[in-house]
């Protein structure tokens, strides 16, 4: 089974609008922690936001949230207000238990239109 | 300051040659990981270093694949007899290594042709 699933390959939204990206994980793990990563056309990864298991609030980061689920097992980013710059790659992650890798979902490609 | 630097930043070799790929982590950093980005296959773990032991390799997909860190600062990952499946980026990241959340900052990669 996919350890960290990104449902949606492809994304577009009109900029100034908020837009949902999914991720959806399976662990039998109680500690761990997800992340959320931009990768632009550059190819860098750009670290947004890290929500742990037992954190009881929702992560955010300027315009960046994180839509925690847990008994769901989804950690969907939100992002508000989009800009042209923000047209990239996103990757959700997972550490989990004890361990330091990280595993990465299949990203979703966002494309915000002016 | 300076973040995760790798080079060099592109590389093409021949298959059945060896490549060295170099990680210099964020200073202060004691922890260093190396992942691999390929069409196929996304995003993989390859090896864990904290200080200049690997104690988690799990990720390194043949025995062809090696990587070693000295002095606690930069790393080497080697692959010899290259094949063309090993087409790749080449991604470094680092960590403090102090336990917690351990974001890991990632360099810009290595982009490896193997023709």
């Known amino acids: 089974a996919q350890k960290i699933t990104q449902t949606q390959p492809g994304m577009f939204v009109q900029e100034k609008e908020a837009v949902t990206l999914d991720c959806t994980y399976d662990t039998s793990d109680q500690s761990y922690g997800l992340f959320w990563y931009k990768q632009p056309s550059s190819g860098e990864m750009i670290f947004l936001i890290y929500?742990?298991?037992?954190?009881?609030q929702n992560a955010t980061e300027g315009r960046y949230s994180l839509n925690f689920q847990k008994a769901r097992k989804s950690a969907n980013l939100v992002i508000s207000a989009s800009q042209l710059g923000d047209s990239a790659m996103y990757f959700c992650?997972?550490?989990?238990?004890?361990?330091?890798?990280?595993?990465f979902g299949s990203g979703t490609r966002l494309q915000v239109q002016p | 300051g300076a973040g995760v630097s790798q080079s060099p930043s592109n590389k093409v070799t021949e298959k059945g040659k060896d490549v060295e790929l170099r990680c210099d982590p964020i200073s202060g950093h004691t922890a260093l990981y190396w992942y691999r980005q390929s069409l196929g296959q996304g995003l993989e773990f390859l090896i864990y270093f904290q200080g200049n032991s690997a104690p988690d390799k799990s990720g390194l997909p043949s025995d062809r694949f090696s990587a070693e860190r000295t002095g606690g600062s930069v790393s080497t990952l080697t692959i010899q007899r290259t094949q063309q499946e090993d087409s790749a980026v080449y991604l470094c990241?680092?960590?403090?290594?102090?336990?917690?959340?351990?974001?890991?900052?990632f360099g810009p990669g290595t982009r490896l042709l193997v023709l």
């Open positions: 990241a680092s960590s403090l290594g102090a336990g917690g959340v351990e974001t890991q900052y």
């Open positions: 929500q742990g298991s037992y954190d009881e």
């Open positions: 992650a997972m550490r989990e238990g004890g361990r330091r890798a990280l595993t």
